[in-house]
């Protein structure tokens, strides 16, 4: 019997799939966090993380109009450079969002640490949650899992309801602080320490690690539900613009009201970076004695990480199942229930792997900011794969044209380059070698493969095996803003990782393949035609 997904997704669900994964966790912690690094600069962050993504999401859209199959995002490279691109891609793809599972209920459960209860005091304790709140969190883990088991319509439909009140409740905290206590000193630096407290190297810091990132990666969902959506040449494009431009008004208000908020004579005292919470939006409530609006958003840090985490626990068993079709994952991941058309062993598998994050990261922060350069690492070969298919299978099905991708293409990849960059060392090196550990995974699904498809993954996967490597070299050697040893001073070490990355897209984009497999991908029922095949 052929199983396949079943497209049921319409396209405000679609929308409400990708909001409802940006906004998540990241509204409740993002404007404290980037403040810490950027003071008021952090309004600049928003902005300069909103547009890079905004050109990545509409690479995205055509990437995703043209390939509408489960999985999608962690197909796209596969298509545009063979296999080991796609692996590194999948990886990264698969280990950000999987990640982020457990960072979303991390982040429900720390927020319970700021209520006015006894026992909820010591949920989280210097910075970590306690092990009595990470069983509360896992619990919260099953519950997304379960929401996912039964069938995508229930899914769609429990995201669709869940989101309208989440796109609400932000809004309506950033106006109610506004309305209750703004202070125009605070957000034009005139307070204390200037607008740029740290220097542009706090406002690149904060774009990259601070969660900006982190919370815009939602935008993917539609993305990797693509083979469950309906008329998905139209429902796709609307669903990931659309979702990245809501939400961006909705973060940019909320940052601008929490600077606005925070008591001038703490952050006289302090300094924006002596100024955290466990509970950032629900104590400035308090203090201004809008008890109903901490109630709301005592409710709300339960809903819109727990709508999030649902959403993720959906697409990354559909990346699971891309990574199956791509020849890297074991067969029995990619089985759909013959019912509900629900890939029930992907999600099993998503659901230990969330416990593992649950156990090695205990703070929102940590795990943030993991999940921040992971995703950067998948913005950089999004471009990458729209231009080298541009090149090579001019002649696919294209619903949605990025226009001027001949600009905006190597621009997209210059600046995720730059975000790996401003992520700072280590970090930035130790994301590049979790990378690289998983390789082995590759090597032994590949072991079967014979020499001359192996010389074409390793062909066309030349320019990103030494750039990375190379990019983690100029972290270390870079400026001392962005923890690097000082070899390369501060201005002329972004300069030099523009050109380094400019050179390695033009690269890149001449050593992919005509992978005979987009044409089959390209099809609105090409998980129909791929069931067919591995049947």
Not at 241 to 266: K, N, R
Not at 508 to 526: E, F, I
């Amino acid at each position: 019997m052929q199983i396949t997904p079943k497209r049921e997704i319409g396209a405000w669900p679609l929308l409400f799939t990708g909001l409802g994964s940006i906004i998540g966790s990241g509204w409740l912690f993002g404007a404290e966090r980037a403040a810490v690094l950027a003071g008021p600069g952090a309004i600049i962050a928003w902005l300069i993380g909103g547009c890079v993504v905004l050109v990545i999401a509409g690479i995205a859209a055509e990437l995703g109009g043209m390939f509408p199959v489960s999985g999608g995002a962690v197909r796209f490279s596969r298509a545009s450079h063979g296999g080991l691109v796609g692996f590194i891609s999948a990886w990264a793809n698969w280990l950000a969002i999987a990640s982020a599972i457990s960072v979303e209920a991390e982040a429900s459960i720390q927020y319970m640490s700021s209520w006015p209860f006894s026992w909820t005091q010591g949920l989280f304790h210097d910075g970590e949650l306690t092990p009595v709140a990470l069983l509360m969190a896992g619990v919260l883990v099953v519950v997304y899992f379960l929401l996912n088991f039964w069938s995508v319509k229930l899914f769609a439909r429990s995201n669709a309801a869940i989101t309208v009140f989440k796109l609400v409740v932000p809004a309506l905290t950033g106006i109610a602080l506004i309305a209750a206590s703004f202070h125009p000193g605070n957000v034009s630096g005139a307070t204390a320490g200037g607008f740029l407290p740290n220097g542009a190297a706090g406002i690149l810091t904060a774009v990259a690690t601070s969660g900006i990132i982190f919370a815009f990666n939602g935008f993917q969902s539609p993305l990797n539900l693509a083979g469950e959506a309906r008329n998905p040449d139209r429902t796709i494009p609307f669903a990931v613009l659309g979702s990245v431009a809501l939400a961006f008004v909705v973060y940019v208000l909320l940052q601008v009201a929490y600077l606005g908020a925070v008591d001038p004579g703490q952050v006289k005292a302090h300094g924006w970076s002596g100024i955290t919470f466990s509970s950032p939006f629900a104590q400035l409530a308090l203090a201004f004695n809008l008890n109903w609006l901490a109630v709301l958003l005592y409710f709300d840090a339960f809903l819109s990480p727990s709508g999030t985490g649902t959403t993720y626990m959906a697409t990354t068993s559909r990346m699971i199942v891309g990574a199956q079709r791509n020849g890297t994952a074991p067969a029995v991941l990619g089985r759909l229930h013959p019912v509900w058309g629900v890939p029930r062993p992907a999600l099993w598998f998503n659901l230990g792997v969330a416990f593992v994050f649950l156990y090695f990261f205990r703070g929102w922060g940590s795990l943030a900011a993991v999940i921040s350069v992971t995703t950067v690492i998948c913005y950089m070969l999004m471009p990458m794969a729209a231009l080298t298919l541009r090149r090579n299978a001019a002649h696919l099905r294209r619903p949605i044209r990025m226009p001027g991708i001949g600009i905006l293409g190597p621009v997209g990849f210059v600046m995720s380059s730059l975000l790996l960059y401003w992520a700072r060392w280590p970090l930035t090196g130790e994301i590049i070698l979790l990378l690289a550990a998983a390789l082995p995974i590759y090597v032994w699904y590949r072991r079967n493969a014979s020499r001359a498809e192996l010389m074409s993954d390793l062909r066309c996967a030349w320019w990103l095996v030494l750039f990375l490597p190379i990019m983690a070299l100029l972290s270390f050697i870079g400026s001392r803003e962005f923890g690097g040893i000082g070899l390369l001073p501060y201005g002329w070490d972004m300069a030099v990782v523009a050109v380094v990355s400019l050179l390695f897209c033009f690269w890149g984009t001449r050593s992919g393949l005509a992978d005979p497999q987009v044409d089959d991908m390209s099809s609105p029922d090409a998980d129909l035609a791929e069931t067919t095949a591995l049947h």
